[in-house]
């Protein structure tokens, strides 16, 4: 069964403190994105990577950075996690397009992330 | 910029009735795609249905069906039959042809009266 795998479900950080989520996938996507949930809002974009090595910025990027040293794994990083960080992070993986057909994309279960 | 408007924050129907979920976008683009996503309350984000803009027929898979309105820029979501297991949250979404990132609403939450 195809995969993507965040590596915590739930998580509780210190006001300032680095936080590293992980997600990884199986299924030899090129393309990875991160996304913010809350509710009333929706999911918004932060980060995403169409290739190893490479990051582009989404909607709301300030306050994070990204990661991809292999094409199986995307890590968001919090350099110093504050309070309005506090949120649901959802993870996916996609295929891009195939000819005149997308999948969409395979998300993770997603991470809650409280920071105090 | 596009945008994906879900005008239902929340809605509630009956088992085994039928329930319509609105939502509209706006995009200048002729080539697009659109998608129901459902995360019941596990988060899990499951993709319930997708839809080519190229395409004029209605996409449907079992009881969730589609009305693709590319004029009026409409995509509603008809749950046929509704069940208990189809109480989530529903977000509609959309991505341009030539890039894959992927705008979502911000979601309506469907109760499930037994």
């Known amino acids: 069964d195809v995969k993507v795998t965040q590596s915590s479900r739930y998580l509780v950080k210190r006001t300032g403190e680095k936080v590293f989520l992980e997600c990884v996938q199986d299924m030899d996507h090129e393309n990875m994105f991160w996304y913010r949930q809350d509710p009333g809002l929706g999911l918004r974009l932060i980060y995403f990577s169409y290739d190893v090595k490479m990051k582009e910025k989404g909607d709301i990027p300030e306050g994070y950075s990204v990661s991809r040293e292999k094409k199986e794994r995307f890590s968001l990083i919090l350099e110093s996690a504050s309070t309005n960080q506090t949120s649901m992070y959802l993870c996916?993986?996609?295929?891009?397009?195939?000819?005149?057909?997308?999948?969409?994309?395979?998300f993770g279960s997603g991470t809650r992330l409280t920071v105090v | 910029a596009q945008t994906v408007t879900q005008s239902q924050p929340e809605m509630s129907v009956q088992e085994a009735e039928t329930v319509t979920l609105s939502c509209t976008y706006d995009t200048s683009e002729s080539d697009y795609y659109l998608f129901w996503y459902k995360q019941p309350p596990s988060r899990q984000m499951i993709l319930v249905i997708r839809q080519e803009a190229y395409k004029q027929q209605n996409a449907t898979e079992n009881r969730f069906s589609v009305n693709f309105q590319k004029a009026a820029k409409s995509f509603s979501l008809k749950i046929s039959d509704s069940q208990l297991g189809d109480a989530a949250m529903y977000f509609c979404?959309?991505?341009?042809?030539?890039?894959?990132?992927?705008?979502f609403g911000k979601g309506t939450r469907l109760h499930i009266l037994p």
């Open positions: 996916a993986s996609s295929l891009g397009d195939r000819g005149l057909y997308h999948y969409g994309y395979t």
């Open positions: 979404a959309y991505k341009e042809g030539r890039d894959d990132k992927i705008i």
